[in-house]
């Protein structure tokens, strides 16, 4: 049973820096493609940032290229998402989850899903 568990999120002040994980177990990274999602009250779901299973490809989304990055720590089952230079704008719930589709070309390819953690930004 694959099972995605999100931590790092938290209050933080704009420009500054958080780092999100996403542990995830009953899957090897190897083979499922792990994605960023976000979700603000009122609005749709968006997509932040995507990892390849195969040969670790990136996507980002237009609203957070250059400030943040992606990565994953294999031996942990780990991915982690880096987020710096905060905005209020970035305030949402992410969302990890994962799919063996690449590239994934909508959220509804992604097959499970982390509860999500809260990210605020704002003084």
């Known amino acids: 049973q694959v099972q995605l568990v999100e931590s790092g999120g938290g209050l933080v002040q704009p420009g500054g820096s958080l780092r999100l994980s996403c542990v995830a177990s009953g899957l090897d990274l190897d083979y499922y493609a792990i994605g960023w999602f976000r979700q603000a009250p009122g609005k749709e779901r968006e997509g932040v940032s995507c990892?390849?299973?195969?040969?670790?490809?990136?996507y980002y989304g237009d609203s957070v290229k250059g400030r943040f990055t992606i990565s994953r720590d294999k031996r942990e089952n780990t991915v982690y998402l880096q987020m710096n230079s905060l905005k209020p704008e970035d305030t949402a719930v992410y969302y990890c989850?994962?799919?063996?589709?690449?590239?994934?070309?909508?959220?509804?390819?992604?097959?499970?899903w982390g509860q999500g953690t809260q990210v605020t930004v704002s003084s």
């Open positions: 990892i390849s299973g195969s040969d670790g490809t990136t």
């Open positions: 989850a994962a799919t063996r589709r690449w590239p994934p070309g909508h959220s509804d390819d992604f097959s499970s």
